[in-house]
């Protein structure tokens, strides 16, 4: 149990650190604090947290850093968050209120605009697609046996793909294959439509085509990709520029975790059951991969009303200045809920 001098003394440290990334020492640490104390307190104070292990002593230097559990002390108990500058409030509303024809583009830009605002690395989940419905399916001819098939699902959503018939394909099957899914699966949701591909709807097709040469592929293809979670990362490189570690093996393994969608999607959304609306995860609590034990990892969720929830975070140095990091990370989320749910609002209403 701190006392509150002790409290003041490891937010003073943390805030110091976090701001120039140099070890604090006590003298600095006395003339900083909002109260008069003598140096050789602050020094009893820092030991006290030292036997704790909130802070740490750095190579020779006389100063202490925080250690992983005193920044994790320090975001639970001692964080105050700050409230955004006037001017990054109004790059986060000029920004997202260019005109976009997808929420992908959104989305997508989203997570360019909050790695710029924090020089780290940021992601960007869309609104979930539990939900999403099959609108429409069609395929249209290219000439030369080629075909385009597209899918429409009622958030708005379009996903099409290619396909080469083979020299003996019945198009006219192919019409009537597309006229039964329209009619057997419109007003599903994807993750229904994807259920019944693998049930009923080849059977179904087998009616029409003596053999479906792909076609089935093809649409699972399509839908799948129209399911799937739609996940966008900004400011790669940035990580290069706060990494403790320059060793390229090292290096070469973070980027690799960052082309894994599927494990990144993991690490997001690991809190989506939480209440809170944002989370901070430090080091080896982001993941059990030792990678990112110089992290720290913070996720907000944010609520589009019926259209679902996504996810936005920001990936950076335990070093970082946890408040206004935080709070741009608040702004950003409220904002862009409104941004995503004027989109969809317009959609749904022309």
């Known amino acids: 149990m701190l006392t509150q001098r002790q409290k003041k003394v490891l937010q003073a440290i943390v805030r110091q650190y976090t701001s120039t990334g140099q070890p604090v020492g006590s003298k600095h640490l006395a003339e900083q604090l909002p109260f008069k104390v003598s140096s050789a307190t602050i020094r009893n104070e820092m030991a006290v947290l030292e036997d704790q292990g909130l802070i740490a002593k750095e190579h020779s230097s006389s100063g202490r850093v925080p250690s992983k559990t005193g920044?994790?002390?320090?975001?639970?108990h001692l964080l105050d968050p700050g409230a955004v500058t006037d001017n990054d409030l109004v790059v986060i509303q000029n920004s997202l209120g260019t005109s976009f024809?997808?929420?992908?583009?959104?989305?997508?830009?989203?997570?360019?605009?909050?790695?710029?605002?924090?020089?780290?690395?940021?992601?960007?989940?869309?609104?979930?697609?539990?939900?999403?419905?099959?609108?429409?399916?069609?395929?249209?001819?290219?000439?030369?046996?080629?075909?385009?098939?597209?899918?429409?699902?009622?958030?708005?959503?379009?996903?099409?793909q290619s396909f080469t018939?083979?020299?003996?394909?019945?198009?006219?099957?192919?019409?009537?294959?597309?006229?039964?899914?329209?009619?057997?699966?419109?007003?599903?949701?994807?993750?229904?439509?994807?259920?019944?591909?693998s049930d009923d709807i080849p059977v179904r097709v087998m009616h029409y085509?003596?053999?479906?040469?792909?076609?089935?592929?093809?649409?699972?293809?399509?839908v799948s990709r129209a399911a799937r979670e739609r996940f966008f990362v900004g400011g790669r490189l940035n990580i290069l520029g706060f990494?403790?570690?320059?060793?390229?093996?090292?290096?070469?393994?973070?980027?690799?975790?960052?082309?894994?969608?599927?494990?990144?999607?993991?690490?997001?959304?690991?809190?989506?059951?939480?209440?809170?609306?944002?989370?901070?995860?430090?080091?080896?609590?982001?993941?059990?991969?030792?990678?990112?034990n110089d992290y720290s990892l913070i996720t907000a969720k944010y609520n589009v009303d019926q259209y679902g929830k996504g996810i936005i975070a920001v990936l950076g140095p335990t070093r970082m200045p946890y408040s206004r990091t935080i709070g741009i990370v608040n702004a950003f989320r409220q904002e862009l809920a409104k941004r995503l749910l004027d989109f969809y609002r317009h959609y749904y209403d022309s």
């Open 209 to 222: 085509m003596h053999s479906t040469n792909g076609f089935l592929d093809l649409f699972d293809n399509v």
């Open 165 to 197: 018939l083979p020299r003996d394909f019945d198009t006219e099957a192919l019409q009537a294959v597309v006229r039964m899914i329209n009619d057997q699966l419109v007003g599903l949701p994807l993750a229904e439509v994807l259920k019944r591909l």
């Open 71 to 76: 920044y994790r002390y320090y975001v639970d």
């Open 101 to 160: 024809q997808k929420i992908d583009e959104i989305v997508s830009h989203s997570a360019d605009i909050l790695s710029d605002l924090t020089s780290y690395t940021a992601f960007t989940l869309k609104p979930e697609q539990a939900d999403v419905r099959l609108s429409g399916f069609r395929v249209v001819p290219l000439g030369n046996r080629k075909v385009i098939a597209i899918l429409v699902t009622d958030s708005g959503e379009v996903e099409s």
């Open 243 to 292: 990494s403790n570690n320059q060793d390229p093996q090292a290096l070469q393994a973070l980027y690799s975790l960052l082309d894994r969608n599927d494990e990144l999607s993991h690490l997001l959304e690991a809190d989506s059951t939480d209440n809170k609306d944002i989370n901070v995860k430090i080091g080896s609590e982001i993941s059990k991969d030792q990678v990112l």
